[in-house]
């Protein structure tokens, strides 16, 4: 399962240290109170230790361009691609709802498919480091 990330916002807490710091984090599970039942560290209905593996590559295979858009492009395994792509989709649900709800705001945002990607990534990652925050 070969995915590519090309996230277009920079962002200064969102570099490739502020992933790393965050990877190793869990918080309880922020889709749904019923996913929370098996698992103590679930997030966006999914096990925290089966969403590392695949964030992991990710950070391994990010590059920051000069211009400080970051980049990686890599190869996930059958086991590993499944749970973060599950996780990764649920987020970008909360931000497309969110997205929705704002239109007719002077807030709104009027992000591509690709900028909520990249968003519902660095969301997934905030939420993972939550839990030593709390």
């Not at 211009?67 to 497309?96: H, N, Q, W, Y």
Request: glycine content about 6%; aromatic content about 4%.
């Amino acid at each position: 399962m070969t995915l590519s990330l090309d996230i277009r916002r920079r962002v200064v807490d969102h570099t490739r240290a502020h992933l790393a710091r965050h990877l190793w984090r869990v918080t309880p599970c922020r889709y749904g109170a019923g996913m929370n039942i098996k698992f103590k560290s679930t997030i966006y209905g999914e096990r925290s230790e089966d969403l590392l593996p695949g964030l992991l590559t990710i950070q391994n295979a990010m590059t920051t361009d000069a211009d400080g858009m970051c980049r990686a492009s890599f190869t996930l395994t059958p086991k590993d691609g499944p749970p973060l792509i599950r996780a990764l989709m649920r987020v970008e649900a909360e931000l497309l709802i969110e997205d929705a709800d704002s239109i007719g705001c002077p807030h709104a945002q009027d992000r591509t498919y690709e900028q909520r990607a990249a968003d519902a990534l660095i969301r997934l990652v905030q939420a993972i480091g939550e839990r030593d925050t709390d």
